[in-house]
């Protein structure tokens, strides 16, 4: 199984960016997707994630400006970061479970005016 991430990159504070991550090989089904963040020095923490069903859950820090989405038979996940702040730069990954927990290999995103 790999998982593919894009669309990371650089904006201005306030500005938005869409994440996809595409997951291939051989997978039966996907239980969750999510995403996650990191910083340098610091723990990779969740930001968002979206069961099978559709229940989604966020961190506080990101709830009302981001939102994550999934397609279940392309197999990908989104996450739509809306208002970004400096706070919100980071390497983004994401993750699947099916039940085995996947990774991709994480987008940089970065704020900077």
């Known amino acids: 199984v790999q998982l593919q991430a894009s669309g990371g990159g650089l904006v201005q504070p306030g500005g938005s960016l869409r994440l996809s991550c595409e997951a291939s090989g051989s997978i039966f089904s996907i239980d969750y997707m999510g995403w996650h963040r990191q910083v340098p020095g610091k723990q990779r923490k969740l930001v968002a994630v979206?069961?099978?069903?559709?229940?989604?859950n966020y961190a506080d820090s990101v709830k009302g400006r981001f939102t994550i989405s999934r397609d279940n038979v392309k197999n990908t996940v989104y996450l739509q970061m809306t208002s970004l702040q400096f706070e919100d730069a980071a390497v983004y990954y994401c993750?699947?479970?099916?039940?085995?927990?996947?990774w991709g290999k994480g987008t940089q995103v970065t704020v900077s005016s």
């Open positions: 979206i069961t099978s069903g559709g229940s989604t």
């Open positions: 993750n699947i479970r099916t039940p085995m927990v996947y």
